[in-house]
């Protein structure tokens, strides 16, 4: 298909929190916020997603997926389970776990304002 992870991660973030700033979003999928403004500005420009101002605030900009946005999300919801699903085989729960919270730690160690 013709888009990346970080643009399904993206796709999937909006879909998922419609009222995500563009910061959030960076912050959801570890990207920076020049990253995120290409990944969406491409996004745009394959009619996967549009882009208007927020109602409330003009200097947001409200992020909306099309319906092909919404076609291709769900086309790649499975394949995206299916590969999950194959890198966690092996593992129990506890594991999985412990993974998540270790990964949230890093996370957390790798957005800290260093002073």
């Not at 927020?54 to 099309?66: A, K, N, S, V, Y």
């Not at 076609?71 to 966690?88: H, M």
Request: proline share 2%.
């Amino acid at each position: 298909m013709d888009i990346t992870i970080d643009q399904w991660l993206v796709l999937k973030s909006i879909r998922d929190n419609p009222d995500l700033t563009q910061k959030e979003i960076a912050e959801k999928v570890f990207k920076d916020h020049a990253s995120i403004t290409r990944i969406i500005e491409l996004l745009v420009k394959k009619e996967y997603l549009v882009r208007s101002f927020h109602g409330e605030d003009r200097r947001r900009f409200q992020l909306e997926l099309t319906a092909t946005g919404i076609k291709t999300y769900e086309k790649l919801v499975p394949i995206v389970s299916t590969n999950r699903a194959r890198a966690l085989q092996g593992l129990t729960e506890k594991e999985i776990n412990s993974l998540f919270h270790l990964l949230q730690k890093i996370a957390a160690n790798c957005t800290e304002n260093i002073a």
